[in-house]
């Protein structure tokens, strides 16, 4: 049709199916991506593919390691260990100009990153970062941006969902590209370049409007802090740590155990990491269950409550797995690659383009379905240019997760925060831009490979 391969249409087709049901009929993301699956079935005519991509996901270690992590940012909530880490952090910060707010960017970042949705932690920790920040002389506006930006960074970062979802789909297209831990390294390596961004802008929003530290009435004392909060410090080291040692001592657990072992010990890592995490929460936090005490009613009290919670973002990233086997099975990649390569653009046009590109398709659908959708095709393309491929699925997440519930107008992160802060659209745009803006840049010199990332 007008010279437009027919996977083209394929994909415009369903990128209009998944905006009419997400924006146009406002239905949920888990309701959207299973009737997309359908869809794609049904107008590609692959029904061959139908039970072997629905059944896809079930078989993948990665899916159920997404589960895994979701319910260890359940009981971190539970056990209130994050809570004593933010109350810690708001001891020592507190003091300084700003403080509330970079509170507000570690802890929504961290536990963004667990719960892998973005404008479900701005709702869930805005509440109280928010109105701590107004409280320190923060614009609503502001205020509102700083969380909604904080929240959202927490997508790329491990083990937020789509960082594993889109190690997948790397894997589909270049499989043994890089191991799963050195993938989880780099996607740190990226996060903290990010974090770097959004410290030194907070730093230069709070000069320019003379944000003021915490009140001193409300900051909570050090000594109390550190008692009760010192043992949660080491939740990020229990999470980073054996993913780290897989990836970085590769040689040394060959030399031990063999290539066979240490290739088990690869594949198993990323499954225990949020068992040990979720225990060692369970072990330093039990005082804050019912009773005291840690027992198995609390246990399936806790885990019943989770579902509302953990089962649609389990949904969403099953049928957007099932979803991407679709595309792998036609070749859709290829085709998409080969219609992009057509236009003659170069590998500078191509670092340009796919970070405003996703930035504009973040106004309309969520991080995951866009890695879904386009992921695979955009890395084919990418890796045909002569880039590196592996670099570019690495910045998906950052180009997809983290811009999908900043960019105005349609931003459901960015309207999340400015319920909370009473902020009005405008003026909240006016910062949602600036944090937008740079992330796009920053963006950008990634993927010239200029900085050096940890794992690639």
Not at 3 to 13: N, R
Not at 319 to 325: E, H, P, V
Request: charge should be neutral; hydrophobic fraction near 55%; aromatic fraction near 12%.
């Amino acid at each position: 049709m007008f010279g437009i391969p027919s996977a083209i249409l394929y994909l415009v087709g369903l990128l209009l199916f998944v905006v009419v049901l997400f924006v146009g009929f406002k239905r949920p993301m888990y309701e959207v991506m299973t009737l997309s699956f359908v869809f794609l079935v049904v107008i590609t005519g692959s029904y061959e593919l139908f039970w072997e991509a629905l059944l896809y996901p079930s078989t993948s270690s990665l899916f159920y390691a997404i589960i895994a992590f979701m319910v260890v940012a359940v009981i971190f909530d539970a056990t209130k260990v994050v809570n004593n880490i933010i109350l810690l952090m708001l001891s020592i910060v507190g003091r300084v100009r700003g403080g509330a707010g970079y509170v507000a960017l570690l802890s929504s970042t961290f536990m963004a990153s667990l719960s892998g949705t973005g404008p479900g932690n701005v709702a869930a920790t805005g509440v109280f970062t928010i109105p701590m920040m107004k409280r320190s002389n923060f614009p609503p506006a502001l205020a509102a941006s700083v969380e909604m930006s904080s929240s959202m960074l927490g997508n790329i970062i491990p083990p937020s969902g789509i960082v594993i979802l889109t190690f997948g789909i790397l894997e589909g297209i270049y499989p043994g590209s890089i191991s799963l831990s050195s993938w989880m390294v780099a996607a740190y390596g990226i996060g903290l370049w990010f974090l770097i961004q959004r410290w030194l802008t907070l730093w230069a929003l709070c000069k320019i409007y003379k944000v003021e530290p915490v009140p001193i009435q409300e900051l909570p004392k050090f000594k109390e802090s550190l008692a009760k909060g010192w043992p949660a410090l080491a939740l990020p080291i229990v999470i980073f740590l054996p993913l780290f040692a897989d990836a970085e001592f590769k040689d040394f657990f060959i030399g031990r155990i063999g290539e066979d072992g240490a290739g088990a010990l690869s594949s198993s890592v990323l499954m225990f990491t949020p068992g040990l995490a979720g225990a060692y929460a369970l072990t330093i936090g039990r005082k804050a269950l019912p009773s005291h005490r840690l027992n198995l009613q609390n246990l399936l009290n806790m885990f019943s409550k989770s579902l509302l919670q953990v089962v649609p973002i389990g949904v969403t990233i099953y049928m957007a797995y099932a979803a991407s086997q679709i595309f792998l099975g036609l070749q859709m990649d290829a085709a998409v690659r080969d219609w992009f390569l057509s236009f003659g653009l170069s590998k500078t046009a191509i670092l340009i383009i796919l970070p405003l590109f996703f930035m504009v398709l973040g106004m309309v659908l969520p991080g995951s379905a866009q890695v879904a959708i386009l992921g695979g095709a955009m890395i084919t393309v990418f890796g045909s240019l002569g880039g590196d491929p592996v670099l570019l699925a690495a910045m998906l997440p950052a180009m997809t997760g983290a811009l999908e519930g900043m960019t105005p107008p349609l931003a459901l992160g960015l309207y999340v925060a400015m319920g909370i802060a009473g902020s009005s659209f405008v003026q909240t745009t006016k910062f949602a831009i600036i944090w937008v803006v740079l992330h796009v840049l920053l963006s950008i010199i990634l993927l010239t490979g200029i900085l050096p990332i940890i794992g690639l």
